[in-house]
């Protein structure tokens, strides 16, 4: 059936996208944590909330706060994530000082002592609150909670920024032309039916590997909202092998070297392979890139929605498995 083909060529060229968006994934999270990228993002967007560096600091070594830096050179800028009600009761701790945390008159004090811009914020917030430090809190933390969806994409753009020049490498050091790919899965039916089982077994075992990737759907911190699991960042031997079987660049360079030995070994010979080739994969080049940078759960949930598609539309004489063991 002609259905099964077009359908095999779409699980195919998503498990490769998928594949290729985990490693972006791993490479955006090595850097994260290699250059405590988070917990720089959470200093600068309290600096920006509160409005006064001496205050943030104030903040940031408080022992709740202090407490939850990793002990890593690299989380020398402070913890990577701040409950936001922890962040109310450490800032109205600072306010009170040495009184009690429901003392109106000391946090009314405290508030008073700020600099200008973090004073206005607050005793606005105080002032709503009615002088009740408790409704002051929860205020606060409400206010931190929305200060941080900013924050939060802030990272996202850098991210996506970071993910756009990982793909981008990839793409050009693996030369993964979206079109050959294409052209290849549905004329090559061996290569098309080992990606289609790879990424069913990929499928299937998401949630047993020991080291997931996720998205978090709270924002990027790791203990907030619902994960999103999209399989792993390590691949297994058979996905290995499935990329081993790649062309990359092995068609063009072998062009290149019958021109070489035709034309002669010159500037010009060169300059105008370099060129054709361009020419050439830019379409799949750039259709490439996209697609890795939509991220490894959009690629996941396509997988997993057009394998479940697959086999609801599978043929009564199709076997379930074309692997022969």
Sequence with gaps: ?????????????????????????????????????????????????????TLADAIYQHPSIASL????????????????????????????????????????????????????????IFDLAKGDPDVFRAQVAEWYEQSMDRVSGWYKRIVQRQTYIMALLIVLVLNLDSVQLINRFWSDSGFRTAAVEQAKARIEATGVAEVPVMEYTGGD?????????????????????????????????????????????TLGVRSS??????????????????????????????????INLRSAGRATDEPRSKVKS
């Design 1 to 53: 059936m002609l259905a099964f083909p077009i359908l095999d060529v779409v699980v195919a060229l998503a498990f490769l996208y998928l594949l290729f968006a985990l490693a972006c994934t791993a490479l955006n999270e090595a850097i994260a944590g290699a250059f405590g990228r988070r917990a720089q993002i959470l200093r600068q967007g309290i600096e920006n909330l509160l409005g006064d560096k």
């Design 69 to 124: 830096a990793r002990s890593t050179r690299t989380s020398g800028s402070g913890p990577a994530y701040i409950p936001a009600d922890r962040f109310a009761t450490v800032l109205a701790d600072y306010l009170t000082g040495d009184q009690p945390l429901s003392d109106s008159t000391a946090l009314a004090a405290g508030i008073q002592r700020l600099p200008p811009s973090a004073h206005r914020q607050l005793k606005t």
């Design 273 to 306: 392979w370099l060129a054709g080739t361009v020419i050439d994969h830019l379409l799949g080049w750039l259709i490439t890139i996209f697609a890795i940078s939509l991220g490894a759960p959009f690629w996941f949930d396509v997988l997993n929605k057009f």
């Design 221 to 265: 911190a790791t203990d907030a909202g619902t994960p999103i699991q999209t399989g792993t960042a390590s691949l297994t031997d058979s996905e290995q092998q499935l990329l081993t079987s790649l062309r990359g660049w092995q068609d063009d360079r072998n062009r290149l070297t019958a021109n070489l030995v035709l034309r002669g070994d």
